[in-house]
Every structure is written in structure tokens, then in C-alpha cells.
T-cell receptor, first 114, second 112 residues
Framework: DTEVTQTPKHLVMGMTNKKSLKCEQHMGHRAMYWYKQKAKKPPELMFVYSYEKLSINESVPSRFSPECPNSSLLNLHLHALQPEDSALYLC?????????????FGSGTRLTVV | TQLLEQSPQFLSIQEGENLTVYCNSSSVFSSLQWYRQEPGEGPVLLVTVVTGGEVKKLKRLTFQFGDARKDSSLHITAAQPGDTGLYLCAGAEVGNNNDMRFGAGTRLTVKP
């Protein structure tokens, strides 16, 4: 299995809702990542987990809360989002020290905040 | 200021033409990656270059890593409409593994 699976593919949520994005991989990768991509822009790093511990938080607002329950799963909990948070949210995984091996990305969750 | 500067930002060419995309930085990288992204999908890894001066070929695509490990290029020979997409370079500075940043991307259109 060489895939990163993200669910749901599309999500529409109100500004008072609580929702979660899910990401799963079974490649034995011990580093997992959340990126945010706005239209016509490159992906921007949000969070990095290495061996299930949060190692990088790129000053992301607290309305985004990551969680890594085990080495195969990565969640992103969303609460009280703003319309400007609408974007494609991408999950990726890699071996630790991953940039030398490249990342495997999921297809993303297209999030719309109304 | 972007860590990685990509050029050109947009490129529209006819089928059969050659093209080169550049990725430059003032920082040194342990490695650089090139990805291709289709609309509504995640980036797909094309290649990782690790050694300064390294050249890698993937069919009609040739990737080069600069001697000083600060820059890279992607050359496509005889472009085809199927090459159309967003090409992104990415890398992490030496000592910041797992902190991978993307260039702004080159949006390539190959017309039949």
C-alpha cells in the first residue's frame, strides 16, 4: 500500500461547527504532515508529527488542532473556522528525515467554510 | 520572501517544444524534490536530488541539482499535452529536516 488516504474529500461547514479531517497511511512512515493550499498558491506547512509527537507547529491558529493517535493516523480537528480558512488541506507522510526521501501526499480535503 | 524562487511562474508552449523550469535559493538544502500537481489533487513526487551536481532522468524529464545545493532545474524534452500541470520544487534547509517548503510553482500548459 503506497497511498495516503484522506477523508472526507469535500467538506462544507459553518463557522460554529466542529469537524475533523482524517488521514491514514500504511507505509510504515513515522513522519506525517498537514499542509494548507489556497487557490493558485503552493502548499503551506501547518504541522509536522515525528514518531507521533508534534515537532513543528507553524504558528497555526488554535482553531486548528492536530492529533496523531498512532503511527498510521493523523487527524485535524476544526472548530470556529473563518471563511478565509477555506482551502485544500493536504496530508503527507514520509520516513523520518523525510525530505531526503520525498513525501507521499493524499488527494486532499476541499474545505469550504460558510 | 519565498525560501525557494521558481521561474517562470507561467509557461505556455506548443507540443514538441523543450522547456526548462528553475528553482533557486540563497539557502543550502540537504535535498530538493520536484512534484507535479493536477487540479484538485495532491502533489505527486517526481524526483529527489540529494548530491550536489547530480543529474537524474525520468523519461523526457531531466533534473539537475546545483553544485552548491542551492538550486535545481527541470528540463522537459519534446513536451506533450499530458505534461500540462503545476510543477513545484520543494526542500528543507540543512538542519531543518521535515520542515519542507514549496516554491511558488510553475504552471505549464502544453498545447496540441
Amino acid at each position: 500500500d503506497t497511498e495516503v488516504t484522506q477523508t472526507p474529500k469535500h467538506l462544507v461547514m459553518g463557522m460554529t461547527n466542529k469537524k475533523s479531517l482524517k488521514c491514514e497511511q500504511h507505509m510504515g512512515h513515522r513522519a506525517m504532515y498537514w499542509y494548507k493550499q489556497k487557490a493558485k498558491k503552493p502548499p503551506e506547512l501547518m504541522f509536522v508529527y515525528s514518531y507521533e509527537k508534534l515537532s513543528i507547529n507553524e504558528s497555526v491558529p488554535s482553531r486548528f488542532s492536530p492529533e496523531c493517535p498512532n503511527s498510521s493516523l493523523l487527524n485535524l480537528h476544526l472548530h470556529a473556522l473563518q471563511p478565509e480558512d477555506s482551502a485544500l488541506y493536504l496530508c503527507a507522510s514520509s520516513r523520518p528525515g523525510g525530505t531526503d526521501y520525498g513525501y507521499t501526499f493524499g488527494s486532499g480535503t476541499r474545505l469550504t467554510v460558510v | 520572501t519565498q525560501l525557494l524562487e521558481q521561474s517562470p511562474q507561467f509557461l505556455s508552449i506548443q507540443e514538441g517544444e523543450n522547456l526548462t523550469v528553475y528553482c533557486n535559493s540563497s539557502s543550502v538544502f540537504s535535498s530538493l524534490q520536484w512534484y507535479r500537481q493536477e487540479p484538485g489533487e495532491g502533489p505527486v513526487l517526481l524526483v529527489t536530488v540529494v548530491t550536489g551536481g547530480e543529474v537524474k532522468k525520468l523519461k523526457r524529464l531531466t533534473f539537475q541539482f546545483g553544485d552548491a545545493r542551492k538550486d535545481s532545474s527541470l528540463h522537459i524534452t519534446a513536451a506533450q499535452p499530458g505534461d500540462t500541470g503545476l510543477y513545484l520544487c520543494a526542500g528543507a534547509e540543512v538542519g531543518n529536516n521535515n520542515d519542507m517548503r514549496f516554491g511558488a510553482g510553475t504552471r505549464l500548459t502544453v498545447k496540441p
